[in-house]
């Protein structure tokens, strides 16, 4: 795995590296320290400073990384040196008053997480251990991807995970009632309805990684339940998944990957491919 750590010197930047680091403590090809110049007096110097204590650091604990400086908008530089250096983890912090971080918001971490081609971790509070993890699964093949991810982090680190599935309220008429829609993932599970056999099927692979798991339905508008589960459950890390545009070249953040990366406040990993 090669990952990609970001920082403008900022406390916020340091605290993602550490918290990236922690992710991936295993399986780590190589690493890359990214300083972002951008128009501020004693950016340079601050971001030389903020390299090199991240090097060290990284090098007490056994992980050894090359370091690289460029100097514009930090959304953009981001993405070039993520591109040019093929990434599989781009690693970036929480908001802040100046440098990178006072980019990393709304619509610019957004812009970095829709158009990078490899998977973002959007560092979030002050998190300094990974116990729970949630994942949430929208069904398919990307939704048991993402399982999977999740499951390798949960391993790693001895984390139990949540798999979440939403179901979508609609206006219920007698023409188009379905128990499901008001059912607990046991009793989907039970049934053999066609959410409940995803949700078996997740826990079946977290089950085959070692990981302690439950499966968890809520009921109600996507975005508003994963957010709200993921304040109400204290997660250390919210996983979710960033799927591919049909007809398109490249990689697109869908609407509710991007409205729980803006209102949750917890670290997000959006994935693309397998770590």
């Known amino acids: 795995m090669k990952i990609l750590f970001c920082t ?15 992710l991936a403590r295993r399986g780590i090809d190589s690493v890359q320290l990214l300083g972002v110049i951008e128009d501020y007096e004693g950016a340079e110097q601050l971001i030389r400073n903020a390299l090199a204590a991240l090097e060290a650091e990284l090098l007490a604990n056994g992980v050894v990384c090359e370091t690289n400086m460029r100097r514009g908008h930090a959304a953009e530089q981001i993405l070039d040196e993520a591109a040019e250096w093929r990434a599989d983890l781009i690693v970036i912090g929480q908001l802040g008053r100046r440098g990178l971080t006072r980019f990393i918001m709304g619509g610019t971490a957004t812009r970095i997480v829709q158009y990078a081609r490899c998977s973002v971790l959007l560092v979030k509070g002050q998190r300094s251990a990974l116990h729970r993890i949630l994942v949430c699964t929208a069904g398919g093949e990307p ?9 390798r982090l949960a391993a790693q680190t001895q984390a139990t995970v949540t798999v979440l599935h939403v179901m979508s309220q609609v206006a219920l008429t007698e023409k188009n009632y379905r128990p499901e829609l008001e059912a607990p993932a046991d009793d989907l599970i039970t049934r053999h309805t066609h959410e409940g056999v995803h949700l078996e099927t997740a826990l079946n692979t977290l089950k085959s990684l070692g990981v302690s798991c439950v499966a968890k339905v809520r009921h109600g508008l996507v975005v508003d339940e994963i957010v709200a589960e993921a304040r109400d459950g204290n997660y250390d890390l919210l996983v979710i998944g960033a799927h591919l545009a049909r007809g398109l070249s490249r990689w ?12 949750t406040q917890v670290p997000v990993l959006v994935v693309r491919g397998r770590l």
Not at 143 to 151: C, I, K, Q
């Open 252 to 263: 697109l953040l869908d609407d509710v990957t991007a409205h729980v990366l803006e209102e």
């Open 143 to 151: 939704g048991l991807r993402d399982v999977e991810v999740a499951g």
């Open 8 to 22: 403008d010197g900022s406390a916020d930047a340091a605290q993602a590296a550490r918290f990236g680091r922690r």
